[in-house]
């Protein structure tokens, strides 16, 4: 994945701070939920990240968005974080400026969402309007793009449930990681996937994501991930006149387990509302 965009970093730094903080690698890089004053910088964010993916481009076949193509993304994407804070587990480092969305297998809405959920008329009223924008935008797609769109899901689907089986209902999930240009190699993307896999070695189960950038297949292998699948897009496809696209799944093992011990060296926090979760995290010999 290639990311490009910018932000200002001292207002970032003021903005994340506010929210409760998971020293997981530095006294630095502070991981924190994502606000929802920071979405609309994620969800820019995101869009320049992923502007060159190569499943994107595949879907849409290698044209350039219209620009109200763009706007309408971009309030998609918006729309899917804020729904998301509520329903999912959503980290950013510099308000907005690097993120991850990660689901584990219960449907409980996350502790340490910074925005507590305000009645669930909110989320419901928020999946209706997405379901609504979508189904808009669906219609504006090609024949071809919303066939490809079906495909990518389908082989996704099918990938996943053909690597994991059963197994994929209990393990979590990192959905999206992206990361600003300007903080790349400062470890910010390695900050924000430690955070979920924390969490799940918290829960006991593993990690899985699926990668359509095969450079980033040593950034996951850096951080215990490997690769356990491989799927492909576009090879039965005559419209498609590149090679097809490859699409890694990637799963990380449990690797921590969580004890009682007070001379740990490994603490990963959680506050909300004044609530200290102190857990132990120590390696397997």
């Known amino acids: 994945m290639q990311i490009q965009g910018a932000s200002s970093s001292a207002s970032a730094?003021?903005?994340?701070?506010?929210?409760?903080?998971?020293?997981?690698?530095?006294?630095?890089?502070?991981?924190?939920?994502?606000?929802?004053?920071?979405?609309?910088?994620?969800?820019?964010?995101?869009?320049?990240?992923?502007?060159?993916?190569?499943?994107?481009?595949?879907?849409?076949n290698e044209r350039e968005p219209t620009h109200e193509e763009v706007m309408l993304d971009r309030f998609l994407i918006s729309l899917s974080l804020f729904l998301w804070t509520r329903t999912k587990r959503v980290f950013t480092v510099r308000a907005g400026s690097a993120n991850i969305v990660c689901r584990g297998n219960d449907s409980t809405p996350p502790k340490d969402s910074v925005d507590q959920p305000r009645g669930d008329?909110?989320?419901?009223?928020?999946?209706?309007?997405?379901?609504?924008?979508?189904?808009?935008?669906?219609?504006?797609?090609s024949e071809l793009e919303n066939r490809r769109r079906n495909e990518v899901d389908e082989k996704m689907q099918d990938a996943a449930v053909r690597t994991f089986g059963d197994r994929v209902e209990k393990m979590w999930l990192i959905e999206d990681l992206w990361t600003d240009t300007r903080l790349q190699g400062h470890g910010c993307g390695g900050a924000l996937l430690d955070t979920a896999t924390a969490m799940a070695d918290w829960a006991g189960?593993?990690?899985?994501?699926?990668?359509?950038?095969?450079?980033?297949?040593?950034?996951?292998?850096?951080?215990?991930?490997?690769?356990?699948?491989?799927?492909?897009?576009?090879?039965?496809?005559?419209?498609?006149?590149?090679?097809?696209?490859?699409?890694?799944?990637?799963?990380?093992?449990?690797?921590?387990?969580?004890?009682?011990?007070?001379?740990?060296?490994?603490?990963?926090?959680?506050?909300?509302?004044?609530?200290?979760?102190?857990?132990?995290?120590?390696?397997?010999?």
């Open 121 to 141: 008329s909110v989320t419901k009223l928020a999946r209706r309007l997405l379901a609504a924008s979508l189904k808009y935008r669906d219609s504006k797609m």
């Open 13 to 60: 730094q003021n903005s994340a701070t506010k929210a409760p903080q998971y020293p997981l690698l530095s006294d630095t890089t502070i991981v924190a939920p994502l606000k929802s004053d920071d979405i609309l910088r994620a969800a820019k964010t995101f869009e320049r990240a992923f502007a060159d993916d190569p499943i994107f481009r595949y879907i849409c």
């Open 205 to 285: 189960q593993s990690t899985w994501l699926q990668s359509s950038n095969a450079a980033n297949v040593k950034f996951y292998a850096q951080h215990g991930f490997e690769t356990v699948a491989t799927l492909f897009l576009g090879e039965e496809d005559p419209s498609w006149h590149k090679q097809p696209v490859v699409v890694d799944i990637v799963r990380r093992d449990t690797s921590f387990l969580l004890i009682a011990r007070a001379d740990t060296t490994t603490r990963w926090y959680e506050s909300q509302d004044g609530l200290r979760l102190t857990l132990e995290l120590w390696t397997h010999r």
